[in-house]
Nanobody
Framework: QVQLVESGGGLVQAGGSLRLSCAASGRTFSRYAMGWFRQAPGKERDFVAGIDWSGASKYYADSVKGRFTISRDNAKNTVYLQVNSLKPEDTAVYSC????????????????WGQGTQVTVSS
């Protein structure tokens, strides 16, 4: 089993920044890809960003390119999402996911999910 716990969400004004964290436990974190997703009220969950096992390969949804940065620290079993230049449409619950393999695309397969952290951006 894998446990994923997100933190770092909150209420921020448009244009502001946050740093989301996802701490993993339960298996060898460094062997697997990690990703961030978000779900706004009444909408489907969308892929936001992904990173391979080594941190060398990163990929983003078009809507966040240039504003969001994913990174990981395998020594700390943690993946991060730096979110800058926030917009009201970024308001959502942000969740991290662990892939089933060292490298996965946005479609996965994603094997484990955290509970999420709320990000609210006011205009």
């Amino acid at each position: 089993q894998v446990q994923l716990v997100e933190s770092g969400g909150g209420l921020v004004q448009a244009g502001g920044s946050l740093r989301l964290s996802c701490a993993a436990s339960g298996r060898t974190f460094s062997r697997y890809a990690m990703g961030w997703f978000r779900q706004a009220p009444g909408k489907e969950r969308d892929f936001v960003a992904g990173i391979d096992w080594s941190g060398a390969s990163k990929y983003y949804a078009d809507s966040v390119k240039g504003r969001f940065t994913i990174s990981r620290d395998n020594a700390k079993n943690t993946v991060y999402l730096q979110v800058n230049s926030l917009k009201p449409e970024d308001t959502a619950v942000y969740s991290c996911a662990a892939g089933s393999r060292p490298v996965v695309g946005p479609q996965g397969p994603w094997a484990y999910w955290g509970q999420g952290t709320q990000v609210t951006v006011s205009s």
